[in-house]
Structure formats: C-alpha cells, structure tokens
C-alpha cells in the first residue's frame, strides 16, 4: 500500500530520532569539562550535518505551507540552523572535513580578549600557562581576575556548548509536543 506523506506524518516519523537526539544533547549539556562537550556537540552535529539529518523533512514542510504545522516547521528550521552552526567549517571552530572524526586537534579557540587562536590539543598542552596567565584587563574585581583557560574553556566553549544545546533541546521540546 502507497503511503502518503503528510506534514504530521514527517512530523511523527521524526519523533525516535528526536527523543534520541534530546538524549545525547542532554548528556552533552552535563558534562564539566567543556572542550569535551564541545567536542561532543561537534561531533554529533558534524554527523547530523553529513546525513543532511532533518533538511529533507524541512524542505517538505516549507513546501507543503501548512499553517496548521508552521510552529513546528520554525522549530526544525531552527534545530538545522544548529545542526549548520556547529558544523564543518574550514575558517570555524570545528575545521574537520566531511565524515572525518571531530578531535582536538582540528578544534580551535581564541581569537577573542586577544588570546590567539589555538586547536584544543594545543589548549591541553598549555593547561598549566594558560591556567596562571591573570586577566587583570578583564576583571571585574581585581583580586580574581580571569584567567586564559577560563576565557577559552568556560567562556567561550562552555557558551557555545550551553547556547546551542538550550536552544536545541527547545525546538526539540515544540517538534515533540
């Protein structure tokens, strides 16, 4: 039997994948060390941006223009706009090739509070200097300033992580409803 496809029948067929998806983001979310979320996070999306997961189930709904499924279709445009953004990138953060395994050393940070940029391996390397180097041009209370280490692994991979996973996690939470 010849079966039709219908905005809430792609809709329903998207829900496992979903449900996994909110899994491993939540997992992601967790963890402390947060140059390995972000190398979990890439990965995921890396592979997810590889299968064209979810583009071809947007594509559909963008054509069909029901209004009654519009809240959803925004909530996977938004969940792909993710799945891009954490994607392969050659000038980016995550510079792995297609179907090529995200590690740390094809991770980079910096460029920012002008710290240069460094792959993740390098970052693990330089732990202890990039733990002692005070940020005393930062510091919003002189005696803790921030450190190099803070500004790459907290504030600026540990942003990225909870950013793309919070807003991840709340399209997922509209497509399921």
């Known amino acids: 039997m010849l079966k039709f496809r219908t905005s809430k029948s792609v809709i329903k067929d998207l829900e496992p994948r979903l449900k996994e998806l909110k899994t491993r983001f939540k997992t992601i979310q967790k963890e402390n060390d947060k140059f390995s979320a972000l190398i979990s996070l890439f990965d995921l999306m890396s592979k997810m941006e590889d299968e064209k997961s979810f583009y071809n189930e947007l594509r559909f709904l ?3 223009n029901n209004k009654k499924f519009e809240t959803k279709k925004e909530a996977l445009n938004k969940l792909c706009f993710h799945i891009a ?3 392969r990138d050659k000038y980016g ?18 460029d920012i509070f002008g710290i240069f940029t460094l792959s993740l391996s390098q970052c693990f390397k330089d732990e202890k200097q990039l733990k002692q180097e005070k940020r005393y041009d930062l ?6 300033p921030p450190t190099d280490w803070y500004l790459l692994h907290d504030h600026q991979a540990g942003s990225f992580v909870n950013t793309h996973t919070k807003e991840s996690l709340e399209a997922i939470s509209v497509l399921l409803s």
């Open 139 to 144: 510091a919003k209370d002189s005696n803790n």
């Open 62 to 64: 963008e054509k069909r």
């Open 85 to 87: 953004r954490c994607g």
């Open 93 to 110: 953060m995550n510079r792995t090739n297609y179907g090529e395994p995200v590690t740390a050393e094809k991770v980079f940070l910096g």
